[in-house]
Nanobody, 125 residues
Framework: QVQLGESGGGLAQAGGTLRLSCAASGRFFRIDDMGWYRQAPGKQRELVASITRDGNTNYLDSVKGRFTISRDNAKNTLYLQMNSLKPEDTAAYYC???????????????????WGQGTLVTVSS
C-alpha cells in the first residue's frame, strides 16, 4: 500500500554536501513520524534524525549542527540535508515512516511502519 522511494545518495568529499529525498507513494491515510537511519559496514543501524508530522525534530548527537531533517507533507516527501560531511558519515541511509493505512474492505485502519530500500552515501577524505 505504501512505498518509500529514496534518492540523493552518492559520493562526496569531506566537508561537502548531499541532500537525500524520500517520497512516499501508494495508498495511505496519512504519514506520521518519519526518520532517517543509517548503517555503516560492520556497525549497528542507528537513528540519524526523526521528525514528527508537525515538524518537531531530534538528531543523533554526532550530526547536530550539520544535518537538517525536514518534510513536505503536501508532497509526502522527507528530506535530509547533509552539510559538512565527514568520512564517518559513510553508510547506507534508510528512510522510515509510520503510516496510517486503511484495511481493504473495511473501515478499520492500521498503523504500519515502512522502510525504504536504502541509498548509499560515501564520503572521502
Amino acid at each position: 500500500q505504501v512505498q518509500l522511494g529514496e534518492s540523493g545518495g552518492g559520493l562526496a568529499q569531506a566537508g561537502g554536501t548531499l541532500r537525500l529525498s524520500c517520497a512516499a507513494s501508494g495508498r495511505f491515510f496519512r504519514i506520521d513520524d518519519m526518520g532517517w537511519y543509517r548503517q555503516a559496514p560492520g556497525k549497528q543501524r542507528e537513528l540519524v534524525a526523526s521528525i514528527t508530522r508537525d515538524g518537531n525534530t531530534n538528531y543523533l548527537d554526532s550530526v547536530k549542527g550539520r544535518f537538517t531533517i525536514s518534510r513536505d507533507n503536501a508532497k509526502n516527501t522527507l528530506y535530509l540535508q547533509m552539510n559538512s560531511l565527514k568520512p564517518e558519515d559513510t553508510a547506507a541511509y534508510y528512510c522510515n515512516a509510520h503510516t496510517i493505512t486503511r484495511v481493504a474492505g473495511s473501515t478499520n485502519y492500521r498503523y504500519l511502519e515502512v522502510w525504504g530500500q536504502g541509498t548509499l552515501v560515501t564520503v572521502s577524505s
